[in-house]
């Protein structure tokens, strides 16, 4: 990542002098209470990190997304050495944004820490309780009923049953989960069927728009079509993000399939015309598929 850490900043004194590493370093401190030491170091005003010092919840917020991006990309790949590197740099994200919470009086790392514990124990009544969970999916239900009880305690403040959706969401995750939550009320289509037509439907709206040369009505009906289709994957119990994510791996592979063959015929993607790179997707494709 791109973060000013002590090991990637050639000008490591400017952010971390040596003396406060010596300071830190031998305090006979647990890990945890080590990483929450140097957070507090970098973001003093007295000599902290300029870099650190300027940093808000918001300029930060991109950074922690993009973390947890790395985490998911990294058991993927099943690098677990690069998976350790990317949880210490998501916790890092968390350590951050409770030192600025704690600088504003807001509240401190340990509350975090508390408010996750007692979550935990309240959604989990089968293990920490005499509540009876027989299988994974009676467990799942008895987990959103909790969900939906905390979410009514806080019906004050927005009633909604889509209340506390992070807007920051992938568009993708977000409108599936919006749409889970309608169903929830049964709003919702009673079988596949009808989100297949929902999807023509749209599909057909999309074409129209088209032929209209409207780019802000094309706009909104791409927007429709791709809402219909996360529908879909809900209702046949998919994950609309992993799928398409998924989708993304194998597109770059096979294109990465067609570089490499044109490579071995001494030619390059810029200068193949569309039919030659058409049959040489064909085959990467049938090649996979045997």
Partial sequence: MRWMMMTD???TAACFPYRDREAIDSKPVGALDRLLAIMDRLRDPDGGCPWDIEQTFRTIAPYTIEEAYEVADAIEREDMAE??????????????????AQEEGLFRFEDVADAISEKMLRRHPHVFSDADARDAQSQI????????????AKADKDPSVLANLPVALPALLRAEKLSKRAARVGFDWPDIDQVLDKIEEELTEVR????????????EEIGDLLFAVSNLARKLQLDPETALRDANAKFERRFRGVEARLTREGESVQEADLETMEALWLAVKTEERS
């Fill in 141 to 152: 239900s008895a987990w959103e009923a909790q969900k939906a009880e905390e979410r009514a």
């Fill in 208 to 219: 129209e728009a088209i032929a209209e040369d409207d780019p802000a009505h094309i706009h």
């Fill in 9 to 11: 900043n050639p000008d």
């Fill in 83 to 100: 998976l350790k590197d990317e949880l210490g740099d998501l916790l890092f994200q968390v350590v951050f944004h409770s030192q600025m």
